[in-house]
């Protein structure tokens, strides 16, 4: 008689518990116990320290990033100072992890005007040289080529060329762009032409394909740009019709099937919506994914499937209504991967079936003083794709910081700043995908301003220097 009444207590706690799973819908908040990583995986192991003070974590691997101005580079050996001119932004690896460029900004001759400009940098010898420069406040925009040496840079409209070992004349490519990306097989672009107001209203923006070749032409007019897609005027909005005016951040898909970009409104308008876009590879399959902030790091292609991830959401308030999404071809149909009450900031993809992303408490008006500052200093968090239920907190960063900007690389670890906000200096941290072994690697580190470099494959032969060591002063 005993057993029997045990048993019938059992089966009842057991469907009261199945009960409340089914009824209460997860949320972050209620959420957030469960979440909680093992303490070992949020302990960064001890590391030696340089002459300054500074971490020594023995990490694989290489960084680029921008100290006080200056650009410094990291590996086995160490850290150190490369380039000092004027104040440098924006380093970006070669696809082989030997080049590294940067764009500046740098008194001319006499220290009478501003100049912006573009060097490159032989991260083995140190060599540098000047590939443009031009009268500030004009602006570079820069994308390696996904192969060999090959550096584009667009200024003022006009889209240009150049191999940087060996050295290679400049290439005109396209005049009148707004955006680029370079053809996956490294023989061309895909560019787009914003849209126009004229007396009878706006164009319509616009997307070309141009072929270079092997051996590019010094004159924009060979090269032949051929009309790949028109955008459609508006899209539907959240309240009303959107303008389309231009597009930005194209990324091509792992297996080049598809380019995703995202379309903006007017300027004033774009900072609180956007749309993410998909457009085949041959123009013939448009589709609106969702809305997003014109935030080119919020959206990433899967490493190994036509899947789309992104923070969704409009408004330029990023402490609110940021959730992740997914989006898979043939369709784009969004998911939505974050739980009540989460507000997602950042996102890099692990493999075809993990992400990792920025997550914190949402910051809502009627929240006490206390539970806004709590809420503001994200952790990331793992989540599975195919099971979006299991997702894993696996830093927690102490009082006053938040862990933002994750990105990953091939040698399967996870790289993030650690720091009060995002536009703030922070420290760099690497661990697994899991939390476990996390690292600090770097301090003092300009926010945004910071590259790892690719998984370098082996060395068949000694990567060419540029030219011979020059002068890095714009005097000359």
């Known amino acids: 008689m005993r057993r029997l009444v045990l048993s019938l207590f059992g089966g009842i706690l057991f469907v009261s518990s199945l009960l409340a799973v089914l009824i209460h819908p997860i949320s972050f908040a209620a959420n957030q116990e469960s979440t909680q990583p093992d303490k070992k995986s949020i302990q960064p192991d001890k590391a030696p320290t340089d002459s300054e003070g500074r971490a020594q974590a023995q990490v694989r691997g290489k960084i680029a990033f921008v100290r006080q101005g200056q650009l410094w580079l990291r590996d086995e050996n160490g850290e150190r100072r490369v380039l000092q001119l004027g104040i440098l932004s924006s380093p970006k690896w070669s696809p082989d992890g030997h080049f590294v460029a940067v764009t500046g900004k740098s008194k001319g001759p006499h220290g009478k005007q501003d100049f912006v400009y573009l060097q490159v940098v032989n991260a083995a010898t140190g060599h540098t040289q000047m590939v443009t420069r031009y009268l500030f406040p004009d602006t ?15 200024h003022k409209g006009v889209l240009s060329s150049v191999n940087v070992a060996p050295r290679s004349s400049v290439h005109r ?3 009148g762009i707004q955006s680029f990306a370079w053809a996956p097989n490294g023989l061309g672009f895909i560019i787009s032409a914003p849209a126009h107001v004229l007396p009878d209203g706006w164009t319509r923006a616009k997307v070309y394909q141009v072929s270079v070749g092997e051996k590019p032409s010094k004159s924009a007019a060979n090269h032949d740009p051929t ?4 955008l459609p005027k508006t899209v539907p909005g959240t309240d009303r019709s959107m303008l389309i005016t231009g597009l930005t951040s194209m990324k091509w898909s792992y297996d080049g099937k598809w380019v995703a970009f995202i379309a903006h409104p007017t300027a004033a308008w774009s900072k609180d919506e956007n749309r993410l876009c998909v457009l085949s590879k041959d123009g013939k399959k448009f589709i609106v994914v969702g809305t997003m902030l014109q935030k080119s790091e919020w959206f990433r292609w899967s490493p190994g499937a036509d899947t789309l991830a992104y923070i969704r959401g409009n408004h330029h308030d990023i402490s609110h209504g940021k959730k992740l999404n997914i989006a898979a071809a043939p369709l784009f149909k969004s998911r939505n991967l974050a739980p009540i009450g989460a507000v997602d900031n950042g996102l890099t993809w692990i493999d075809p079936k993990h992400i990792i992303v920025s997550r914190r408490q949402e910051s809502l008006p009627s929240k006490s003083p206390v539970q806004l500052e709590s809420s503001m200093f994200p952790s990331l968090y793992n989540i599975d794709v195919e099971r979006p239920t299991v997702q894993n907190r696996i830093t927690a960063p102490s ?7 994750p990105v990953a690389q091939g040698w399967q670890k996870v790289v993030w700043v650690r720091s009060p906000n995002e536009s703030s200096k922070g420290e760099i941290f690497v661990g697994k995908a899991d939390g476990t072994a996390a690292q600090l690697w770097l301090e003092d580190v ?4 910071w590259a790892v470099a690719p998984k370098e494959k082996k060395r068949t032969r000694r990567t060419p220097d540029i030219l011979p060591k020059i002068s890095t002063s714009l005097d000359k």
Do not use: E
């Open 140 to 154: 570079i925009t820069f994308k390696w080529g996904p192969k060999g040496h090959q550096l584009a840079f667009a």
């Open 446 to 449: 300009n926010a945004g301003m």
């Open 173 to 175: 490519v396209a005049a």
């Open 227 to 230: 009309l790949l897609f028109t």
């Open 399 to 405: 009082q006053g910081v938040g862990d933002y900007s």
